[in-house]
């Protein structure tokens, strides 16, 4: 029945995605059909975050997708940060009167930096990434780091706090709003927590995020959103909502290469300032030295990108698993880590689709087709 009602929107299929303009058209305008999200993010000028970001609001100008709002969380980076460089995104995309961008919430509901530094020392290894906690905390504008192309020059941020634009919205759409939860999730917890009501109205969140039976990437064990705000993951991943995990489990298996890099970087007749951006955010890595113009078998994880992808095709998830999905909080070795169960749950977990394997060369041309197709888009108010 899904499957069918999404087959209607003109993106049943992986080749139907390349054959948009030939269903929908570019209407402009989302169809009553096109689902309803809220992108729940750590946000980032054009790593995977941004790409989504690019990917959603072209999915929105034909008529696929309608993008409540970006709400943002620290995670990546800063809030500050990441609110600023959304700002920028949507202006650079000219969507900033459709998409608006909501401040969440600045720290972690309790895993703060002595806990990290703490477990750091006591249960050190992973990757280093601590993501915010990896850079000073900006206090204020004059501390932010300007995206390549400027700062966003008319594009304010939305009075609305993140948590007060979920719970409205939600309440606004009952049954039909999909969270993308695509950074730690101190925002839908804090929302769920102090509006309860809203719970059996959130139609479904997709998350990237955990590592179950592959090591994590912050620490051996945990993979990076959960473990920024173990305890807001625990709470949320215990809601009775429709749940979808895109792990590590997948997202290891779904790489970017140079030849993957070179069709949106490289393609000399869709250069747009968005694949300018991609080249000089992603040739280079996250070091500046190291990345696809230096280093021909550098590879990279584009983790968030396939909840959208997701949400939109169920079809690109080639594997999955119905289980019981947990998420260790113990300020310990394992914070942050999740763990699943096939059987015998322990109580008061919810059973969630957990995505495994994908269909990567059709999702690998769902993700070039739509960040290199013509940016800024016009889009009615
Ligand atoms: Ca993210």
Redesign the pocket.
């Known amino acids: 029945m899904k499957r069918l009602l999404v087959a209607m929107t003109c993106v049943a299929s992986v080749t139907a995605v390349l054959a948009i303009s030939a269903c929908g058209g570019n209407s402009l305008n989302a169809s009553s059909a096109a689902p309803k999200v809220i992108i729940d993010?750590?946000?980032?000028t054009l790593s995977?975050?941004g790409q989504l970001g690019v990917m959603a609001a072209q999915l929105q100008a034909q008529g696929s997708l309608n993008v409540l709002g970006i709400t943002v969380v620290s995670?990546?980076q800063w809030l500050k940060q990441g609110v600023a460089d959304a700002l920028k995104s949507v202006e650079r995309l000219g969507v900033e009167k459709q998409i608006g961008v909501y401040a969440g919430a600045n720290y972690a509901l309790s895993h703060d930096f002595a806990t990290i530094q703490a477990e750091q020392k006591q249960f050190p290894g992973g990757d280093g990434y601590l993501g915010a906690w990896n850079n000073p905390e900006p206090k204020s504008d004059s501390d932010l780091v300007a995206p390549p192309d400027g700062f966003a020059t008319h594009t304010k941020v939305q009075s609305k706090s993140a948590v007060d634009f979920i719970v409205d919205s939600v309440k606004q759409n009952p049954g039909e709003v999909t969270i993308l939860a695509?950074?730690p999730l101190t925002n839908i917890a804090l929302a769920t927590r102090q509006h309860p009501e809203i719970v059996p109205l959130i139609k479904q969140i997709i998350y990237?995020g955990g590592a179950i039976d592959v090591p994590g990437n912050t620490t051996p064990t945990a993979e990076f959103?959960w473990w920024f705000d173990p305890e807001a993951a625990k709470a949320v991943l215990h809601l009775p909502i429709k749940q979808v995990v895109i792990p590590l489990d997948v997202t290891d298996t779904v790489k970017m290469d140079k030849a993957l890099y070179d069709r949106v970087a490289h393609d000399p007749t869709k250069q747009t300032i968005i694949t300018q951006l991609f080249k000089t955010l992603n040739g280079y890595g996250f070091d500046g030295k190291n990345g696809f113009e230096t280093d021909p078998n550098y590879t990279t994880n584009i983790?968030?990108t396939l909840t959208l992808a997701y949400l939109m095709n169920p079809s690109f998830a080639t594997q999955t698993v119905d289980e019981w999905v947990d998420v260790d909080m113990s300020f310990g070795a394992n914070d942050g880590k999740a763990t699943g169960y096939t059987s015998s749950p322990p109580a008061g977990l919810q059973k969630m689709t957990v995505v495994k394997r994908f269909d990567n060369p059709g999702f690998f041309n769902f993700y070039v087709d739509l960040l290199t197709r013509p940016v800024p888009l016009t889009l009615p108010n």
Do not use: F, V
């Not at 993010?41 to 980032?44: A, I, L, P, T, V």
């Open positions: 993010s750590d946000y980032n995977d975050d995670g990546n695509i950074g990237m959103n983790w968030d």
